[in-house]
């Protein structure tokens, strides 16, 4: 069975479209990720197909439908955030790096983010993703098993808050100086009688508008490290 993103070779384009262009998967999710990208931009396969020359129905001969394609799109992605990925000296820098690049990536294509961090591509890239974040920790000296829970926890993590930092870059300048102005205006000076724990530390609350994700980062290969000794002290 093919898969999920793919349909059958047979049933693939190979004469030139309309416009003289030969249809390829790889172009369409070139294509897909420009559209999607441009400002306003929206995919929808009438527009993909105009786009690419083609009859929108097409599009269907390599995909299965949108949300495959979508899904294709987002395991290109991976495989972009992966390519010059650093060597590094040691498993807790390796998913620093990889960590960030997560990040960076999701910051590329703000509209793409949440799709990837809730669903499943199943593509050769998010297995390449995969290999290397539990490689680091099996490097590391985990168990097989604790390798694998402790990857999932790392990067659902990462992954989750670096698509709260893609929505945000992916505000219009309006919303985000309307929220700049608005922390301002509530945590300012919280009512002591109402709000008594805010106020007593009142003078540190500017710092919860900065970005928390290297901080988040590093508590999270802390922990690891802790669980790590942990585990070696119990085996």
Do not use: C
């Amino acid at each position: 069975m093919p898969p999920r993103d793919r349909v059958p070779v047979e049933r693939r384009r190979r004469r030139p479209t309309r416009a003289g262009t030969v249809l390829t998967a790889e172009l369409i999710v070139d294509t897909a990720l420009e559209l999607i990208d441009a400002p306003g931009g929206a995919l929808t396969v009438r527009r993909l197909g105009a786009e690419l020359g083609a009859d929108p129905s097409a599009i269907y001969r390599y995909f299965r439908d949108t949300d495959a394609l979508l899904l294709a799109v987002a395991d290109r992605l991976i495989g972009d955030m992966l390519t010059g990925l650093p060597d590094a000296a040691g498993w807790r820098e390796g998913l620093r790096a990889f960590a960030f690049r997560v990040r960076d990536s999701m910051l590329l294509h703000p509209r793409l983010a949440v799709l990837r961090a809730a669903r499943v591509t199943g593509g050769r890239n998010e297995l390449r993703a995969v290999e290397a974040g539990v490689g680091l920790l099996l490097e590391a000296g985990f168990a097989p098993a604790s390798a694998v829970r402790h990857y999932l926890d790392f990067v659902d993590t990462v992954l989750a808050l670096a698509a709260v930092d893609a929505a945000v870059r992916d505000l219009g300048p309006k919303q985000r100086a309307a929220d700049a102005e608005l922390w301002e205006r509530a945590y300012a000076a919280p009512d002591a009688g109402e709000y008594p724990v805010l106020h007593a530390v009142r003078e540190h609350l500017p710092a919860m508008a900065e970005p928390v994700f290297a901080d988040t980062v590093d508590l999270l290969l802390t922990g690891l490290e802790a669980r790590l000794a942990a585990e070696r002290a119990s085996g």
